[in-house]
């Protein structure tokens, strides 16, 4: 009976370790057990499941068939250019509950696809979570599937009717597809994660205002870093001739000083109008309109900054 018991423990330790990581299966008949840390358009990027304090590989998702994750969820990566490829001028998502979607996919994560409308590519960008997407069909061709453990497979037929966005005008059906809020906290942050300037403007898209305000804030920024850094180089060499004995330069020591100043003053404009700007895009996601006068000059204390809403 305790020989019965051993065995039946060390089955259950090795069941276990076996699937307690993700699988990934490659064309050339590979499967790696792994741990998947970050995935993108047209990357994996992966550790070994028995060294998750080394190094982070990568494949190239044309490599590879499928991913097993540890959770029992299955993701399929079907090649470009086979039998099924899509000939269609855009990029095809089919939901869980049978809804397609034609979009433009500008990401997809571990977690989450984000997306433009095929036919509003200047619009806001969309996302959909994993979870709620059963394929994507690329326009090359490539197909990505997205299986939950247990759920059924919906099947694509490419001669399915559309009707612009969705079949069966499935519209009312689908959930709310809102862009999560920003915030600001140095620098732009949506769901805990910055946001370089290039997905700044992609989000901000759909929203004029919010946009303009923010490539203003980048304008006086840039300008802010140019006036500090000219400044702070004129200020160094005429101290560091000084202190080395030598004879500085008065009016480089003031020009580098005004440099310095304005570089700061032009760099608190531009962080006030990035902040403006976000809460013009929350403003607008959530239907209430704000309205503002910013100011600046030159008032009896010096330079000066205000917002007025």
Not at 140 to 163: C, S
Not at 216 to 221: A, R, S
Request: with cysteine; charged share 15%.
């Amino acid at each position: 009976m305790k020989k019965f018991l051993t065995l039946t423990g060390l089955l259950f330790l090795f069941t276990s370790a076996c699937f307690g990581q993700d699988v990934i299966a490659t064309r050339d008949a590979q499967k790696i057990n792994a741990k998947v840390v970050e995935m993108n358009l047209d990357q994996i990027m992966f550790k070994y499941a028995d060294n998750l304090d080394g190094l982070t590989y990568m494949f190239q998702k044309k490599d590879v068939i499928s991913i097993h994750y540890e959770n029992g969820r299955v993701e399929l990566f079907q090649a470009a250019n086979v039998s099924t490829a899509s000939s269609l001028p855009y990029d095809v998502i089919t939901t869980i509950d049978s809804q397609r979607i034609n979009a433009q996919v500008i990401e997809v994560s571990m977690e989450q696809i984000l997306f433009k409308y095929a036919d509003n590519l200047n619009g806001s960008t969309y996302i959909f979570q994993k979870k709620d997407v059963n394929s994507i069909h690329y326009q090359n061709g490539r197909v990505e599937l997205f299986q939950e453990a247990g759920a059924k497979t919906v099947q694509y037929n490419q001669n399915q009717p559309q009707n612009q966005y969705l079949n069966q005008n499935a519209t009312a059906n689908l959930p709310a597809f809102v862009p999560s809020g920003l915030t600001y906290n140095g620098g732009v942050m949506q769901d805990g994660i910055k946001l370089t300037p290039r997905r700044i403007r992609e989000v901000m898209s759909g929203s004029r205002d919010a946009l303009q305000m923010y490539n203003g804030g980048q304008i006086f920024g840039i300008a802010g870093f140019i006036f500090s850094n000219m400044g702070g180089y004129m200020v160094g060499w005429d101290l560091g001739t000084r202190i080395g004995g030598g004879k500085g330069n008065g009016t480089l020591l003031a020009v580098g000083a005004v440099s310095i100043g304005l570089g700061l003053g032009f760099s608190l404009i531009g962080d006030a109008k990035i902040k403006k700007s976000v809460m013009l895009y929350n403003a607008k996601q959530s239907g209430n309109l704000v309205s503002y006068q910013m100011n600046f000059g030159f008032t009896q204390t010096g330079l000066g900054l205000y917002m007025r809403f």
